[in-house]
C-alpha cells in the first residue's frame, strides 16, 4: 500500500467525521493509486506513436472542453474569449498550436458539439489511465480559472466531465476543493507577499484571517491540522513529486500543458512553507 493508500485507511475516521484535510488520501489516492503504480509497467508509454496520441488527445480535448465550458451559462463573452487568448499566450503555444487551440475551443462551444463522442474517444484513447483522467479534470479546472474565478456553471460542467469519466461527484468536490486552496497561494511569495497579477481561481480577499489561510493551506496539501509533521512531509514530497515536469512528461500530458501544473507546485510549495512556519517545523 503506497502513501496515498495508507492516508485513505489511517483517516477515513477524520471524514466520516467532516473534518477537512483528507482529500488527498479519498480522492487522489483512490485515482492515482492504481493508475500511477501502472505507469511504469506500461509498455505503451516507450512506444513514442503510443505518447504522440496520448497527448494529442489531452491537447485537442482540454481546449474543446474550455469551449464547452464558456458556453455552458449560455453564451461565450467577449470576456471568456479574452480569457481563452491569454491562456494560451500563457502557454506559450506557437502559431500552429494556437491555431488548433482555437479550432477545438470553436468546436466545443459549437451548439452541435458532442460531449458524450469527445470524452468517448478520450477515454478509449488513455485505456483505464485513471491518473490522466484525474489530471484532464484539474487542467481543465485551472484554465477555468484563467479569468480569476470559478462560476457555478463551469463548477457543474466539470462535475459532468468528471462524472461521465468515471469519477464520482464527492470525489470531484474534494478535488475542486484542494485545488482552490492551492490556488489561494499563486503568485505569492513564501512570506505571503504577491508576486505579481494573480491568475487561478482562489485569490486570497483582504479581510482572510491568518488562521483562515492556514486552514487553507492545510487543504492545499490534503491534510488536517491533527497530522503529524512526518505525515505533512510525506504528503507535501508526494504532491511535488506528482507535479514534477518529467513526472508530467510520462504521463503524457502535453509540453505546452505542463507549466500549468508547475504552477501548482509553487503553490503547494507556498502552502508548505506556511504549515512549516506555524509549527516550527525544520
Not at 493508500?5 to 493509486?33: N, Q, R, S
Not at 513564501?190 to 483582504?206: A, I, K, N
Amino acid at each position: 500500500m503506497n502513501l496515498f493508500g495508507k492516508l485513505i485507511a489511517g483517516l477515513l475516521g477524520y471524514l466520516i467525521l467532516g473534518i477537512p484535510g483528507l482529500i488527498l488520501g479519498l480522492l487522489i489516492g483512490h485515482l492515482f493509486d492504481k493508475g500511477l503504480a501502472g505507469i511504469a509497467a506500461d509498455p505503451r508509454l516507450s512506444d513514442p506513436v503510443y505518447r504522440a496520441k496520448i497527448e494529442a488527445s489531452f491537447f485537442r480535448l482540454s481546449f474543446q472542453m474550455l469551449g464547452a465550458m464558456a458556453k455552458a451559462d449560455g453564451r461565450v463573452s467577449e470576456m471568456e474569449l479574452q480569457a481563452a487568448r491569454a491562456l494560451m499566450q500563457r502557454m506559450n503555444l506557437d502559431e500552429q498550436r494556437t491555431a488548433e487551440a482555437m479550432t477545438a475551443f470553436n468546436a466545443g462551444k459549437s451548439p452541435d458539439f458532442d460531449l458524450d463522442a469527445a470524452l468517448n474517444e478520450f477515454s478509449e484513447v488513455v485505456d483505464k489511465r485513471k491518473d490522466l483522467v484525474a489530471f484532464l479534470i484539474q487542467t481543465l479546472a485551472v484554465m477555468a480559472a484563467a479569468d480569476g474565478h470559478l462560476d457555478e456553471a463551469e463548477n457543474e460542467f466539470l462535475m459532468q466531465v468528471g462524472t461521465r469519466l468515471g469519477v464520482s461527484r464527492a470525489q470531484l468536490q474534494m478535488l475542486l476543493r484542494m485545488m482552490a486552496a492551492q490556488s489561494g497561494f499563486h503568485g505569492q511569495t513564501r512570506g505571503g507577499g504577491q508576486q505579481g497579477g494573480y491568475q487561478g481561481g482562489g485569490q486570497q480577499p483582504p479581510h482572510v484571517s491568518e488562521a483562515e489561510r492556514l486552514e487553507q493551506a492545510y487543504w492545499a496539501l490534503g491534510v488536517s491540522q491533527n497530522d503529524s509533521d512526518a505525515t505533512i512531509k510525506k504528503a507535501y514530497r508526494k504532491l511535488m513529486s506528482e507535479h514534477h515536469p518529467d513526472k508530467l512528461a510520462a504521463r503524457g500530458i502535453p509540453e505546452s500543458m505542463r507549466a500549468l501544473h508547475t504552477e501548482k507546485a509553487k503553490e503547494i510549495s507556498t502552502a508548505y512553507e506556511l504549515i512549516k512556519a506555524n509549527r516550527g517545523m525544520k
